[in-house]
């Protein structure tokens, strides 16, 4: 066997080669774009289950936030109602303690002879309304802290729903970032494919030139 003789077997040699190795690549590259893109469909959907519970969870919270903070300021507004009915009624007292006083001041120095016994009892009810007026004070002081409480607490509730509104809107932004990279994912490995395809078919093409 001379030279050219060997020199066109290893050429033809070179093009079943090269024809059988395009081949071979385009069905490895198909293959593997339906084995690789339904894993990505799958991880892409499992994120966004996640992200779609994750979400739920924090819509419960904030449902949860919403009432109490209700709840709270329900409570404060009737804590100030309340206060401010005993200061109403404490300012009653003692006016009506004084009045007594005052009358029962007035009818001892009467020129008209009134029981002693009437006086002490005007005097102890002005007693009475007296003390009744001390005790709404502690009442109100104690209506004034709860109010007080509550309101820093319904602050504090706002601000807690806030930051879960917040953390909603991070998972939906990230939802979406991630539905956005699996569809990019997606279309360079479609992109790939296609090149590899194009890859192999001209080497097939250039292995069946060298054949002719």
Do not use: C, W
């Not at 804590?79 to 006016?95: C, R, Y």
């Not at 309101?151 to 807690?160: Q, V």
């Amino acid at each position: 066997m001379n030279a050219t003789e060997l020199l066109k077997d290893v050429k033809k040699l070179m093009g079943v080669a090269g024809i059988v190795f395009g081949g071979i690549g385009i069905i490895a590259a198909i293959a593997l774009y339906f084995i690789v893109s339904p894993i990505m469909d799958r991880a892409g959907a499992s994120i966004v289950l996640s992200m779609d519970h994750a979400s739920s969870a924090v819509d419960s919270a904030s449902a949860s936030l919403d009432s109490a903070s209700a709840s709270v300021s329900s409570l404060s507004s009737f804590s100030d109602n309340a206060s401010a009915s005993f200061q109403s009624l404490e300012e009653g007292s003692n006016n009506l303690s004084s009045a007594i006083t005052s009358l029962s001041t007035a009818l001892g120095s009467s020129p008209v002879s009134v029981p002693r016994s009437s006086l002490e009892q005007l005097n102890s009810s002005a007693d009475s309304f007296a003390q009744f007026a001390s005790q709404l004070v502690g009442t109100r002081s104690s209506l004034s802290s709860l109010s007080s409480s509550t309101k820093g607490l319904s602050l504090n509730i706002n601000t807690t729903i806030e930051s879960v509104s917040s953390t909603k809107n991070d998972i939906n932004d990230t939802k979406e970032n991630m539905i956005r990279a699996i569809a990019g994912l997606k279309l360079a490995l479609l992109v790939g494919t296609i090149m590899m395809i194009l890859f192999f078919l001209t080497l097939m093409s250039y292995s069946a030139g060298i054949l002719l």
